[in-house]
């Protein structure tokens, strides 16, 4: 796996999963980074060539006089692709990832050949309930200024290693089951963010307000009814922050889509059981189809290496 860094108006770090197949672009979602995707991005590699981003404010990925919120972010995953990868992709978001590969399927039709949404973030049945450790970050979302101070005091508090492991607690029916080496590489890239101070909690505000509006604004579904592409759902069955039933609500909207289903999951499968969620993703056609390689294809080479590891 090979991190590198593209000039997009500002530094934009992805990593580089190899693989010599078409191209296939991996979304993190809210709060996370490339590294979300690094159980599943080896064996991605052996079908396709595997690619996994940054979004601007989150991984190694700097704001830099960018903005975070959603529709920026989906601009900056569009521009990626043209000018960074060079041809039609595979995209492949997980929650707040999945509505932008949602939105890039709708808006640029002729850059998408596929679109796989885990847990992808969507209007639905959301939580009522929520449970206590989500208590603490949903109320320093609500008040600027307090949500900045909310967020630096429980960075402190918990420390980079404490925080992965709540976080992990949250996305995961059963955090024990991400591997270890899974667990280390975030606390590490935890360790680098946490000398960024209160900017750290910045695009996660930015990003965490965009999202919980368009979640509620049921124009999104105009964009769903646009997109073309043949799309596959891959949902937890134990998800508690978007529920299966916000998944099922979309394969009604969508018959043409498939819908898999991963019991006793949580909202981060190819963390949590990575085997699982790549028999379900190369158990369907379109992922097998779509993989045969191009004989000409432009490759991801408007970066320069930064680090390999």
């Known amino acids: 796996m090979r991190h590198k860094t593209a000039d997009l108006d500002g530094p934009v770090h992805y990593v580089d999963f190899g693989g010599t197949g078409r191209p296939l672009l991996m979304v993190h979602g ?15 590699a052996k079908s396709y060539h595997a690619i996994a981003l940054d979004l601007a404010g989150f991984g190694q990925t700097p704001l830099f006089r960018r903005l975070a919120a959603v529709g920026a972010n989906a601009g900056l995953v569009h521009e990626f692709i043209q000018k960074v990868i060079g041809e039609p992709v595979v995209i492949m978001g997980n929650s707040m990832g999945g509505h932008i590969a949602v939105l890039e399927a709708a808006i640029h039709p002729s850059w998408v050949n596929a679109a796989v949404l885990v847990d992808p973030a969507i209007p639905g049945a959301h939580v009522t309930r929520p449970e206590p450790a989500m208590l603490g970050v949903m109320a320093g979302l609500t008040v600027p200024g307090l949500a900045e101070i909310l967020l630096d005091r429980r960075a402190r508090l918990l420390g980079p290693e404490g925080l992965v492991r709540e976080t992990l607690s949250i996305v995961c029916a059963d955090p024990s089951r991400v591997p270890a080496d899974v667990v280390e590489a975030h606390i590490q890239l935890m360790l680098e963010r946490d000398r960024l101070g209160r900017q750290n909690g910045r695009a996660f505000l ?33 998800d508690r922050l978007i529920p299966l039933a916000a998944a099922r609500e979309l394969a009604r909207r969508r018959p043409d889509w498939t819908l898999e289903i991963l019991e006793g999951v949580g909202h981060v499968p190819m963390m949590e059981t990575p085997d699982r969620f790549m028999n379900a993703l190369n158990a369907w056609s379109t992922y097998r189809i779509a993989r045969e390689p191009e004989v000409v294809g432009a490759q991801a080479n408007g970066g320069s290496d930064s680090l390999d590891s």
Do not use: C, K, Y
């Open 206 to 238: 930015q990003a965490s307000r965009s999202i919980g509006l368009r979640m509620a604004d049921p124009r999104f579904w105009t964009q769903v009814s646009r997109v073309r592409a043949p799309t596959l759902i891959i949902h937890g069955s134990l």
């Open 30 to 44: 809210l709060g996370g980074s490339a590294l979300n995707w690094m159980a599943v991005g080896p064996e991605i």
